[in-house]
């Protein structure tokens, strides 16, 4: 079992930025490739970033590239989303989340993620 705790959200202009984090229990953190999805009022749940178990590799929507960047720090157990040239469309609640498959390759689709945590608001203003 994995429990998922981000923080850093929070409100800031357009053109600002802000670093999320997400904190994970257990020893096997390193062993799980890591998320990042987010969710807009009245829009379905879209990923926006993931990273391999070992870090190495990273994946990112269009939309976020260039701009957001995703990390982890395996001996803190935390996995970070550093997001800079914010954009009103990118206003919503950001969510972590763990595949459990270990080292499994890294997925866009949320169905395949298996730990999730409560989400953490972000609003940038026009």
């Known amino acids: 079992q994995v429990q998922l705790v981000e923080s850093g959200g929070g409100l800031v202009q357009a053109g600002g930025s802000l670093r999320l984090s997400c904190a994970a229990s257990?020893?096997?953190?390193?062993?799980?490739?890591m998320g990042w999805f987010r969710q807009a009022p009245g829009k379905e749940r879209e990923f926006v970033a993931a990273?391999?178990?070992?870090?190495?590799?990273?994946y990112y929507v269009d939309s976020a590239k260039g701009r957001f960047t995703i990390s982890r720090d395996n001996a803190k157990n935390t996995v970070y989303l550093q997001m800079n040239s914010l954009k009103p469309e990118d206003t919503a609640v950001y969510y972590c989340?763990?595949?459990?498959?270990?080292?499994?390759?890294?997925?866009?689709?949320?169905?395949?993620?298996?730990?999730w945590g409560q989400g953490t608001q972000v609003t940038v203003s026009s």
């Open positions: 990273i391999s178990w070992s870090g190495g590799t990273t």
């Open positions: 989340a763990a595949d459990g498959n270990p080292r499994a390759t890294m997925k866009n689709v949320s169905s395949f993620y298996d730990y």
């Open positions: 257990g020893r096997t953190f390193s062993r799980y490739t």
